[in-house]
Structure formats: C-alpha cells, structure tokens
C-alpha cells in the first residue's frame, strides 16, 4: 500500500492564481481531511469527507474548495491564492473507527 | 472541542525512558485521548489513543488519570529518532476526527 500521497512536494504561485493540490489514499478509508500547517504552528483543519458527495467545513475553510467523488481522492482547489495560504497541506485519511489517520508527506506551498 | 495543555519542550538522553505529560481537565466522557508525533519535515504520524484505560503498543505506553483529566505519553526507551513534535488531541468518538492540535512538545534527545 502506498498509503495517502499528495502531489505536487511543493509549489510557488503568483497571487490571484489558482491550483489544485491533489491527495489519494488507497486503504479505503472512508474519511479523509485536509490541514494546512504554518510555520511554528499546529495543524489546522480546512475541510473534511465522511464519504464520497460528502464534504464539510472545518476551522479554516475560506479560500478553499474541495470535492469527493471518489473514495481513493480528495482534491483541494485554491481560488484566487494569496499570502497567506502560504503553508504545508497535508492530507489525511481514517477508517470508521476512532482515531489513527494516516497523513500525507505534504505539499509546500508558497504565495507571492 | 476541549483543550489540552502541554510543555512547550522536553530533553532527554537517548536509551532513558520519556514521560510527556498532557493535561486535559475539560475532557467530556465520549472524548478519545490520542498522541501523534510530527517528525521534522514530515507529515505527522499516530502513536497512540486511548478511553479510559491504559494502553500499549509497539511505539509507546499510553496512561490515563482515573479522573481522565491528565495523560502521560511514555516512551520507554528513547531513541534519536523519537526526537519529534509530539501532540496531545481530545477527539470525540463520533464520527469524522476532526483534530485540533496545539503547538504540542518538543522532545529533544541527547546522545
């Protein structure tokens, strides 16, 4: 098994551009999450999937879009990037029971 | 969700077992405690998680207050590779874990 793997490792975009960070996992997990980490700091949740068509906020949602018609993917699409989505992303995924998500190496994203 | 509250920073010597401490004095009965460590450059990994009792696997002890209001991560022999971020999460068991992880402890391992 692969695991969750993100692509691309990293990218620099020019503000006001857009781009698609993708994330697949192949353990089929049903849910699956998206953090963005900034330097020094936790991680924060974006946006999360119970299960393909099901997709809901998380704590720091605005700029951001996703969508599940998959079980295996979870792109997140960046609309109109500014500096401060400069961040790692990191996917994750987990099964039904309590506890234990796997996460993705990250994507490094800079904006300027 | 409840807070956790964790040392900013930890040191140890490689081969000495490690006690990370987590407090947790607003955690409600159907909150799971679980323990994920972020080496760096990298995605963050699971360690462990636990209810009410305590629990052990392969990468670490896992012991929980009777009053469930503080834990303690136990390494028990640290390595240099365990030299991580180490964060402590309360989740609910219901549905999608939607984590909230703080700044968490740096654990620094000495030679």
């Known amino acids: 098994n692969a695991g969750v793997t993100q692509t691309p490792k990293f990218r620099i975009l020019k503000i006001g551009q857009s781009m698609t960070l993708q994330c697949a996992q192949d353990m089929n997990h049903n849910y699956m999450y998206w953090y963005r980490q900034d330097p020094g700091m936790g991680l924060k949740l974006i946006y999360y999937?119970?299960?393909?068509?099901?997709?809901d906020k998380g704590e720091v949602p605005n700029g951001y879009n996703v969508s599940r018609s998959t079980t295996e993917d979870f792109p997140l699409r960046l609309e109109l990037a500014a500096p401060s989505q400069t961040s790692v992303y990191f996917c994750?995924?987990?099964?039904?029971?309590?506890?234990?998500?796997?996460f993705g190496p990250g994507t490094r994203l800079t904006v300027t | 969700d409840a807070k956790t509250t964790q040392p900013n920073s930890m040191e140890s010597n490689e081969e000495e077992p490690v006690h990370l401490p987590c407090n947790h004095s607003?955690?409600?009965?159907?909150?799971?405690i679980h323990w994920y460590r972020q080496l760096p450059s990298q995605g963050p990994e699971y360690v462990i998680h636990g209810l009410t009792s305590n629990v052990n696997n392969r990468m670490a002890s896992l012991a929980i207050a009777e009053d469930r209001k503080s834990s303690t991560l136990i390494l028990h022999r640290a390595t240099l590779r365990d030299a991580a971020v180490y964060y402590c999460i309360l989740s609910s068991d219901q549905g999608a874990q939607k984590l909230v992880f703080g700044q968490g402890t740096r654990l620094t391992i000495n030679p």
């Open positions: 994750a995924s987990s099964s039904r029971d309590p506890g234990k998500q796997y």
């Open positions: 607003t955690i409600s009965g159907t909150d799971y």
């Open positions: 999937s119970v299960g393909a068509g099901i997709t």
